[in-house]
């Protein structure tokens, strides 16, 4: 099946109070980057992320968001300094014989002291919250793989209907070069009866200027090879996978193909067409960086 490189992706996993929330945005991209934010106590897993992505995303940039949330506050807990609680008491007491003040210091206000009662996180089970974040980033791997697929399969019937209209195109080049040919004949015999008037030339010599002319602007190999791009190409849409780059190389020999036609073409009708099949393999070109 063949895959856009654009989508999106969300989940949530929950396990009692905990709650992770993983969000996957890809867009196009030339290789596979991979861009992973994580709460700063989880950095550690960033390897295992872009690792596990692997699974889902051969190419495109991808952006993940991942938050943790824990209602029960089981991962924090309140922690009393007692050496220096003592420290700050030792020296308001000392203040307070120096400058004659009343000794007045209650718990409450040694409690408020700066670090003598701070929240401290505890260790975290590293086995539990891994499972709890690839279960996460396998539902949100699975959306954006989903929807991945759902326009990719768009790009395939666009990109199929632009190759129909190029065979469309090479079939007039190859049904107008005989008539040009044809045409030149008759137009060259017209020409050299009015310059020599009533006297008389040998056809073998028209006839070897006419063979000179059509192997000028003959295009035989350039619309067979052309025929075969085609079909390669839609052959590798129909069978499916990661083959956003063989796509691309096609499409680049395409042109070179339609340049050569467009040079040699001695003919306005011609000249048309072939510009008309460089327009519909740019816009082939374009849709082409969208998939995987």
């Avoid at 824990?70 to 000392?94: P, Q, V």
Wanted: proline content about 1%.
């Amino acid at each position: 099946m063949i895959k856009s490189m654009t989508g999106f992706g969300r989940c949530e996993s929950h396990q009692g109070d905990r709650k992770i929330t993983v969000e996957i945005k890809a867009v196009n991209h030339r290789y596979f980057d991979v861009s992973v934010k994580l709460p700063k106590k989880f950095s550690f897993f960033e390897p295992a992320v872009r690792n596990f992505l692997k699974d889902y995303v051969q190419r495109g940039k991808v952006d993940v968001f991942l938050t943790y949330e824990d209602f029960s506050m089981a991962d924090t807990a309140l922690k009393y300094n007692e050496t220096l609680a003592a420290e700050y008491l030792k020296n308001f007491r000392r203040m307070a014989d120096t400058f004659g003040l009343e000794d007045d210091i209650r718990v409450s206000v040694l409690g408020r002291c700066p670090e003598v009662l701070v929240m401290e996180e505890q260790e975290i089970d590293e086995k539990e919250i891994w499972a709890l974040m690839q279960e996460a980033l396998k539902g949100a791997c699975g959306q954006l793989v989903s929807s991945r697929e759902k326009e990719g399969e768009s790009l395939r019937e666009d990109l199929l209907d632009k190759l129909g209209k190029m065979e469309e195109n090479v079939a007039l080049i190859e049904k107008r070069y005989p008539e040009i040919v044809e045409e030149y004949r008759r137009k060259l015999e017209e020409k050299v009866k009015e310059l020599l008037a009533d006297a008389q030339i040998e056809d073998s010599r028209i006839a070897a200027e006419v063979i000179l002319f059509a192997d000028k602007i003959c295009t035989d190999e350039e619309t067979v090879r052309l025929k075969s791009h085609i079909s390669t190409m839609a052959e590798a849409l129909k069978k499916g996978g990661a083959v956003g780059r063989k796509l691309d190389f096609i499409a680049q020999e395409m042109n070179r193909e339609a340049n050569t036609i467009l040079s040699k073409a001695n003919d306005l009708a011609t000249s048309n067409i072939a510009i008309d099949l460089k327009t519909e393999i740019e816009r082939l070109r374009e849709q082409i960086q969208n998939i995987e």
